[in-house]
């Protein structure tokens, strides 16, 4: 791991640091708009330098500071009937996915859930609404989260898939989003540590990221609450489908090239 420290950070130096800036601040800013997608952009961008044992460690170390910038809107519009169980069950999952990132081949268990999540994007295209609570629903959205969050660093599609599919206005669709997202990134960094993927070198690069993480999560949240907030849904439904193609097309590659 330290050579491809080595490798990302010696010379030539700038390019490599302008395309990760650029990087961060995109997925910062689609953090504070639609509650969701920077590991979309980082996870990829770091996994392709310096590995996914690295990368996926230093997204859910520089993510941390975006749950309390938004946490405030979680608190005053999200569902606690969504919220509980959702948490509840991505604690679970996460640690099991985690399991999977250090000890096993997950592409195949990606391709599943990226096949899933846009199978949910095209539902919820076509005006697909998950009425009442679904308990069941709800934690298997939760438990799946956790467990891609775990294994491939890049948020909760299930989670956000079934918190758009539930009526509401938009503050409050973002932020059961927010909410599931919160639960997701506090779930992660105790199986990380615990499996010693939390290096020198992985805890220098997240403080470097975390700055520009930070800034771009405001600005993407002052424009949601300005003028974002009419575009929300199209945004996240776009983010997601996005997220699950992604997820796919590399999921496909790595399985066909192992």
Known sequence: MLDSFELFLGPPVGWKLVALGLTVALGG?????????????????????????????????????????LLPAVVRHSERRFVGPVACATFIGAPLGTWVLVTLNPE???????????LMVGMLHQGWQLKGTHLGVLTGAGMLSGVVQGS???????????????????????????????????????????????????????????????????LGAYYFT?????YYRDAALITLALVGAFTLLIAVRDYTTT
């Open 29 to 69: 800013f689609l953090r504070g708009f639609v509650g969701f997608g920077g590991a979309l952009v980082i996870v990829p961008v770091l996994s392709l330098v310096v590995g996914p044992l690295a990368a996926v460690p230093i997204a859910s170390l520089s993510g941390l500071p975006a749950v309390f910038q």
């Open 108 to 118: 195949v268990m990606k391709i599943g859930i990226a096949l899933l999540v846009l």
């Open 152 to 218: 491939a660093g890049i948020g909760g599609p299930p989670a956000v898939a079934v918190a758009l599919s539930r009526a509401g206005s938009p503050q409050q669709q973002r932020a059961n989003v927010l909410a599931a997202l919160t639960a997701i990134t506090l779930s992660t960094p105790l199986p990380l540590w615990w499996l010693g993927l939390f290096t020198r070198e992985v805890l220098v690069a997240s403080l470097v990221i975390m700055p520009v993480y930070v800034t771009f999560t405001w």
């Open 226 to 230: 300005e003028r974002g907030a009419r």
